[in-house]
């Protein structure tokens, strides 16, 4: 059984940064790509940016281009998501999710995505 726990998301103030992690438990994320998503109210999941086997990084999110940073450590099958200088509009539930395949897409479709977390809300405040 595969489980992905977020973690991280809180209340924070326009400008501030923050840092989500994911955990993998029974899915050995090093040989598979890792991506987190967003959503806010009222709208679609989007990709936000991606990890792939080998190390290789996708960012998907136009809005959060350059202000975002995915890492991951194969060591503790986490992924792990910087928001910086964050925005009334980045608010939303942020979600972890795992590929079938080692290399992350160049396109970030949700129905890619084999396995979900639950997800961690992010409220920025203006």
């Known amino acids: 059984q595969v489980t992905l726990v977020e973690s991280g998301g809180g209340s924070v103030q326009a400008g501030g940064s923050l840092t989500l992690s994911c955990e993998a438990f029974g899915y050995d994320i090093v040989s598979n790509c890792m991506a987190w998503f967003r959503q806010g109210s009222g709208s679609e999941r989007e990709g936000v940016g991606g990890?792939?086997?080998?190390?290789?990084?996708?960012y998907y999110s136009d809005t959060m281009q350059g202000r975002i940073t995915v890492s991951r450590d194969n060591a503790k099958n986490t992924i792990t998501l910087r928001v910086d200088n964050l925005k009334p509009e980045d608010t939303g539930m942020y979600y972890c999710a795992g590929h079938s395949k080692r290399t992350c897409p160049k396109l970030a479709r949700g129905t890619d995505f084999k396995y979900w977390g639950q997800g961690t809300q992010v409220t920025v405040s203006a």
């Open positions: 990890g792939s086997f080998g190390g290789g990084i996708e």
